[in-house]
């Protein structure tokens, strides 16, 4: 293909390189279908949360920030795969992995824009700011909804106690009280159905 500039050529290629993400699929399954969502679909559901649900941040954030953030977020995971949020083992090596695939992957984009979806990754994975605290919420909150909705079947599947989903929203209520008390109400009731071990 025949590029009239490099910035071009290199924004094209990493169009065609995150196209991939759709082939990167995580433990939550989607709604109305017996398959896992795949890491585009979660990065669009969560972005779109953001858009509908930006009352709920405990801080006002800048929305078109949090909803960037949660578009680059998993595009990592083209190189470092998907780690389950309950997997002890695979988070013991997930931050070097996920840095170096940063390096390579937001590295394919034009310098300025490297360093912009490079720096909103960053963000997020720090947590520092009222926006990543904000995206950090929908991103834990949107695979629970889906679990709970679909009677908490990946819990399930990998026997996951009440405890290890509670400890997941430990720290979100200062993002979102509204959120992470949906969230422990979500639990509680999961709980009293038997999805969640004791």
């Known amino acids: 293909m025949n590029y009239d500039s490099e910035r071009l050529r290199r924004q094209i290629d990493f169009i065609t390189e995150i196209d991939k993400l759709k082939n990167i699929y995580r433990q939550t399954y989607v709604l109305g279908e017996d398959r896992k969502e795949n890491d585009a679909e979660h990065s669009w559901h969560i972005a779109l949360m953001a858009f509908l649900l930006a009352e709920h941040s405990n801080q006002k954030v800048d929305v078109l920030k949090v909803i960037k953030m949660l578009l680059v977020h998993d595009i990592v995971e083209i190189d470092a795969g998907d780690t389950f949020c309950y997997d002890s083992e695979g988070y013991k090596t997930k931050a070097d992995r996920e840095e170096k695939a940063a390096r390579r992957i937001f590295g394919i984009l034009p310098q300025d824009q ?8 960053r963000e997020f994975e720090d947590g520092n700011t ?69």
């Open 130 to 198: 009222p926006e990543a605290g904000f995206a950090d919420v929908l991103d834990r909150i949107q695979p629970l909804i889906l679990n709970y909705t679909k009677d908490g079947i990946s819990w399930k599947e990998h026997d996951v106690c009440k405890s290890q989903v509670e400890n997941r929203y430990a720290k979100t209520s200062s993002s979102s009280t509204d959120l992470t008390q949906l969230a422990l109400s979500l639990i509680d009731d999961a709980s009293k159905k038997g999805w969640l071990k004791k």
């Open 114 to 121: 490297s360093e912009e979806f490079y720096g909103l990754w």
